[in-house]
T-cell receptor, first 111, second 114 residues
Framework: QKEVEQNSGPLSVPEGAIASLNCTYSDRGSQSFFWYRQYSGKSPELIMFIYSNGDKEDGRFTAQLNKASQYVSLLIRDSQPSDSATYLCAVNRVTGNQFYFGTGTSLTVIP | DTAVSQTPKYLVTQMGNDKSIKCEQNLGHDTMYWYKQDSKKFLKIMFSYNNKELIINETVPNRFSPKSPDKAHLNLHINSLELGDSAVYFC?????????????FGPGTRLTVT
């Protein structure tokens, strides 16, 4: 079983719609959860992190965490073509300071 | 003023050679990492290192070795390169501390082994 699993997509949404990206993780000891965006040929860049159950909002982005279900999601409201990228979910176990990334979900926002 | 920098950006070499990739961060972070991203875009951690502890992913061949001359630098040395080593290698850094642990990535080094 992979540490972090994501639907690879591709996920296509029209401009202005809500894009929903999902991620599950296997280790209940995981404590911090991250969403990174990676444009083609570029390095990953952090969008948000969350470590408490519930929702965390930052502009058009909302991260949702449910530790009981071992599930974390990212919602992108009012999607823009510039949001088209691969979104990587990452999970951190403090013990050993290990990070595990999912395989990423490719998002295309159609103008 | 780049936060995390890597050199070279591209590296083309032949099988059997030994090569190094350099990484420097000017963020004052305690921990640095090396990741390998393969052709399927899977980002896999290879090493994490701070001034106290080196953690090696057990699946990484011992041909790969990190070398840290100081807290701001973590170089990756690869011996006897193989075709399967072709990938993009990312360096990253983070500040150890509760909560965030957000990592900042370098621009990547695209390694091609022929």
């Amino acid at each position: 079983q992979k540490e972090v699993e994501q639907n690879s997509g591709p996920l296509s949404v029209p401009e202005g719609a809500i894009a929903s990206l999902n991620c599950t993780y296997s280790d209940r000891g995981s404590q911090s959860f991250f969403w990174y965006r990676q444009y083609s040929g570029k390095s990953p860049e952090l969008i948000m992190f969350i470590y408490s159950n519930g929702d965390k909002e930052d502009g058009r982005f909302t991260a949702q965490l449910n530790k009981a279900s071992q599930y974390v999601s990212l919602l992108i409201r009012d999607s823009q073509p510039s949001d088209s990228a691969t979104y990587l979910c990452a999970v951190n176990r403090v013990t050993g300071n290990q990070f595990y990334f999912g395989t990423g979900t490719s998002l295309t926002v159609i103008p | 003023d780049t936060a995390v920098s890597q050199t070279p950006k591209y590296l083309v070499t032949q099988m059997g050679n030994d090569k190094s990739i350099k990484c420097e961060q000017n963020l004052g972070h305690d921990t640095m990492y090396w990741y390998k991203q393969d052709s399927k875009k899977f980002l896999k951690i290879m090493f994490s290192y701070n001034n106290k502890e080196l953690i090696i992913n057990e699946t990484v061949p011992n041909r790969f070795s990190p070398k840290s001359p100081d807290k701001a630098h973590l170089n990756l040395h690869i011996n006897s390169l193989e075709l399967g080593d072709s990938a993009v290698y990312f360096c990253a850094s983070s500040q150890v501390g509760w909560g965030g642990y957000e990592q900042y990535f370098g621009p990547g080094t695209r390694l091609t082994v022929t």
